[in-house]
Structures are given as structure tokens and as C-alpha cells.
């Protein structure tokens, strides 16, 4: 399932470059081997991001942002659009929203709108949520700027986006889908296992900019 998010990403420009849509595009898939080993990072210890900001790992588990922040990072470098990113990365969106929809966050009401409309037509169903910057509290270190994870057990998926949310230089239109990429059974039409979700809706955003763009 840790996968889901880089699928869905990699699906995403397979599909926009086989519709040879009029976009430039960029692919990161930041990929990271999830295991104990003598260079596993461990809890209290503080890492150096390419943005320059210091993070505390208080919580190993919650190696998906730390990965995730310096692609953004590097995406942010290339000056681009937008940022949109896929991942499977908390338990709590799917405490909050549960298996079948995703949870969506954006810095920019634009560019929610536009993927929560696409949703609604591609019947590939979003839910936003909010990013509610006073819980950036839960993500107080000590020793570092920031840590990637707290004490807390309330919005954990919010706390994910929020901590993700510093990575992406200001101003700059950014989405965050917290995918759970799983069907747990066989339903009509959906056979269990790896389900692509928020994806037909991200095409078809993306296909309406682009027309938009060539009018």
C-alpha cells in the first residue's frame, strides 16, 4: 500500500504524455527503503532537509514526509505552475474519511475547486480538508524547526499536510491527495487490492487547464 502514492504519480504522467496533452511536466517519485538497519534513523534524532529546516524524528513511521518534503523542495526549485503530490500517508484520513475517499488539501482554493470539480464529473470522489495552521502546534520541537510527527493522536492527517506545507515556497499553488490506494474486498467493478483514487479526476483536471490554456 506505501506505494499507492508513487503509482498514482507515475500514472498520472503515463497517461498526460500518452494523451500527449500540451503540458510540461515534471515526475519525482521520492523512494526510500522502509527498514531497521545500522543507517536507519531513529527517534530523537535531528536531519538536515534540502530546504535547510531541521526536523526531529519523533515518530520513525512517519518516514513518508521526510522523504516526501525535499521532492517538494526540489520541486518548488524548478519554478513550475503547480504542485500537485499523491500519497499514502496516514492512517488518519481514513479514521476521518474512511476507505473510499481521499482527502484533499490545497494552498490555493483555485486549484481545489478545479480538482473537486473534476472529481464530481469523472464520479472520482475528493473531500477536502483543512489546512488549519494552528496545528502546527503539534508539530513543536525542541530541537529542531520542526518534528515530523507528535505526541498528539488528534488530526493526523491535517498535522501530515501542514508539515508538508513548509516545503512548498509561498505563493505557489500546491495540492496534497492522502490516498489510500486499497480496495480491503471485491466489490462490483473494484476487485481487491490496488485502487487508483482522485486519479481520473486529476487527468480531467489537468486536461481542462490545458484547453483553457490554449483559448
Known amino acids: 500500500k506505501d506505494m499507492g502514492g508513487a503509482a ?5 504522467a503515463e497517461w498526460l504524455m ?4 500540451p ?12 527498514a531497521v538497519g545500522p543507517d536507519a534513523f531513529r527517534p530523537g534524532e535531528v536531519i538536515a532537509t534540502r530546504q535547510g529546516l531541521s526536523v526531529e524524528i519523533d515518530n520513525t513511521d512517519a518516514e513518508g514526509r521526510v522523504v516526501l518534503c525535499d521532492a517538494l523542495t526540489y520541486a518548488g526549485e524548478q519554478s513550475p505552475e503547480l504542485i500537485l503530490d499523491f500519497a499514502t500517508l496516514t492512517g488518519a484520513a481514513r479514521v476521518a474519511l474512511g476507505p473510499d475517499l481521499p482527502a484533499l488539501y490545497a494552498n490555493d482554493d483555485v486549484l481545489a475547486a478545479q480538482w473537486l470539480d473534476a472529481g464530481q464529473q469523472q464520479r472520482d470522489p475528493l473531500w477536502r ?15 529542531a524547526d520542526l518534528a515530523n ?6 488530526a493526523g492527517s491535517v498535522t501530515a499536510a501542514l508539515y508538508l506545507e513548509r516545503f512548498v515556497p509561498a505563493g ?13 474486498a471485491d466489490r462490483p ?9 482522485g486519479l481520473r479526476a486529476a487527468f480531467a483536471m489537468l486536461q481542462a487547464r490545458a484547453a483553457r490554456g490554449r483559448t
Open 23 to 34: 503540458l510540461r511536466i515534471t515526475l519525482l517519485v521520492p523512494a526510500v527503503e522502509n
Open 129 to 143: 480538508m483543512p489546512l488549519w495552521r494552528p496545528y502546527l502546534r503539534y508539530l513543536t520541537s525542541t530541537i
Open 8 to 12: 498514482h504519480a507515475i500514472a498520472l
Open 149 to 154: 510527527g507528535g505526541p498528539s493522536k488528534m
Open 18 to 21: 500518452a494523451r500527449k496533452l
Open 189 to 197: 467493478g473494484r476487485p481487491a487490492g490496488g485502487e487508483a483514487q
Open 172 to 184: 505557489l499553488p500546491w495540492a496534497h491527495l492522502d490516498v489510500f490506494s486499497w480496495n480491503e
